[in-house]
């Protein structure tokens, strides 16, 4: 699985980059800045955490 983000939809609430650390950082803005968008196992539960909280809807999971 791979994390995916929806730039139209994304407004900055970083989130994503809370509750996945492993996969994504934040700028400045609060924008995510994904470092590796490969989830692995051990994080799957954390991502879709992730994609359930984001509140524009802007994160997703994606099989590779």
Not at 14 to 30: K, M, Q, R, W
Request: charged share 25%; net charge negative.
């Amino acid at each position: 699985m791979r994390v995916e983000v929806d730039w139209t939809r994304c407004d900055g609430h970083a989130l994503c980059a809370l509750l996945l650390p492993e996969n994504i950082d934040s700028d400045p803005d609060g924008y995510p800045v994904v470092r590796d968008p490969a989830v692995v196992p051990s994080s799957l539960r954390h991502a879709r955490r992730a994609v359930s909280a984001c509140p524009a809807l802007a994160l997703r999971l994606v099989r590779d």
